[in-house]
């Protein structure tokens, strides 16, 4: 599959909530990064699956910023209720690599203590900055995922 259509089935999969179709465009032993998760393999649709299974008022747009024969990039907005109560708008760059139509490596970048600060209130807003802040976040959603 081209990298523009890989790409396009997988933002609008996560636009339409269907993680199913997300997990099965991951290559087994994928990886995935951003600055609250360190996922592998099936973790990924595990995560996929409990944030859009949980997600309120969410919604997701998406422009395809560069798509070469194997990588891609995507600058993509999503928005929802955290919690079901607090309003998050995260802005996110998506770079990912793929092999034989499948993604292998997926790295997320957003500014954390932006989100921190729209998703938890005011201790993300004043400890979001903080390192051991977001290690405290990304061992709490690992668990809300149920990862432990």
């Known amino acids: 599959m081209e990298t523009r259509q890989a790409l396009t089935r997988f933002y609008d999969a996560l636009a ?10 991951y290559a087994p032993g994928a990886a995935f990064t951003d600055p609250v998760f360190r996922l592998r393999g099936e973790e990924i649709g595990r995560m996929w699956e ?29 928005r929802y209720l955290f919690g079901g109560k607090r309003p998050v708008v995260n802005v996110i760059l998506s770079e990912l690599r793929f092999e034989n139509g499948r993604i292998v490596e997926q790295s997320d970048q957003f500014d954390f203590p932006r989100w921190a600060a729209q998703a938890l209130g005011a201790p993300g807003r004043w400890l979001g900055r903080f390192e051991w802040f977001r290690r405290a976040v990304a061992r709490k959603a690992r668990r809300g995922i149920g990862l432990g």
């Open 50 to 78: 409990s944030l859009l299974g949980r997600a309120r008022e969410f919604s997701v747009t998406y422009t395809i910023a560069r798509a070469s024969v194997d990588r891609g990039t995507v600058e993509w907005t999503a």
């Open 16 to 25: 339409g909530r269907d993680a199913r179709t997300m997990s099965a465009m």
